[in-house]
């Protein structure tokens, strides 16, 4: 079957580095997407990995592996309206696979 | 705007009622989901059209629930005797090589909310 994890909720403080969590159990699989959600609002692109290792984007960063199942979005110099849901997606061919998502609270 | 647009924003309804939802891809994009998603969850797939084929139907939550794509443009999505439990957020993404894009990424709509009464 398919499986997403990451973790429900976390906190951090403007400024600082924050890395979101995600693991997948699935076959078939062809790549991992980031999306952030605003609260009301609709998903909208963050990243795509196929290959394994880290893709860089400005202050957002996505890391793949694999063999591990694992993946991490990277969130630096965090801005108060980095505060959203984080979704991980598993692409399996023909649609998305999310896990629950990650609700991320930016502090001053 | 060339984005993903849906039609209506809000539906409330009573328990019964058939609801009737437009979806309005990237005019470029061959590829068209529907997915739902209720509050703190992540959006869950329903069903996904390549052109007017629809490709993948086994997810769609119950025979209450079809799509349509009749002209390989823009999609509709019914759901029949509504239930309180069919309260959720319906989205809708498009996905398709454009120029300097990743074809698999898919970009959603705003979203259709529905209420069920």
């Known amino acids: 079957g398919q499986n997403i994890d990451q973790p429900t909720e976390m906190t951090a403080t403007e400024g600082a580095i924050v890395q979101i969590n995600c693991t997948y159990q699935t076959s078939g699989f062809n790549g991992l997407f980031w999306y952030q959600q605003h609260a009301g609002e609709a998903p909208t692109f963050l990243s795509y990995?196929?290959?394994?290792g880290l893709e860089e984007k400005g202050r957002f960063s996505s890391f793949l592996s694999r063999s591990k199942g694992y993946s991490y979005l990277l969130l630096k110099e965090l801005q108060m309206k980095d505060s959203a849901s984080y979704l991980c997606a598993e692409d399996a061919g023909n649609m998305l696979t999310f896990g629950g998502g990650t609700r991320l609270m930016v502090k001053p | 705007d060339t984005g993903v647009s849906q039609d209506p924003r809000h539906k409330i309804t009573k328990r019964g009622q058939n609801v009737t939802f437009r979806c309005d891809p990237i005019?470029?994009?061959?590829?068209l989901y529907w997915y739902r998603q209720t509050l703190g969850q992540g959006p869950e797939f329903l069903t996904y059209?390549?052109?007017?084929?629809?490709?993948?139907k086994s997810r769609l939550l119950s025979d209450r629930f079809s799509a349509e794509r009749p002209k390989g443009s823009f999609s509709t999505l019914e759901i029949q005797r509504t239930e309180q439990g069919d309260s959720a957020m319906y989205l809708c993404?498009?996905?398709?090589?454009?120029?300097?894009?990743?074809?698999?990424?898919?970009?959603f709509g705003p979203g259709t909310r529905l209420l069920v009464l």
């Open positions: 990995n196929v290959l394994d």
């Open positions: 993404a498009s996905s398709g090589r454009t120029s300097g894009g990743i074809e698999e990424t898919q970009y």
């Open positions: 005019s470029e994009h061959n590829r």
């Open positions: 059209f390549q052109n007017e084929a629809q490709l993948e």
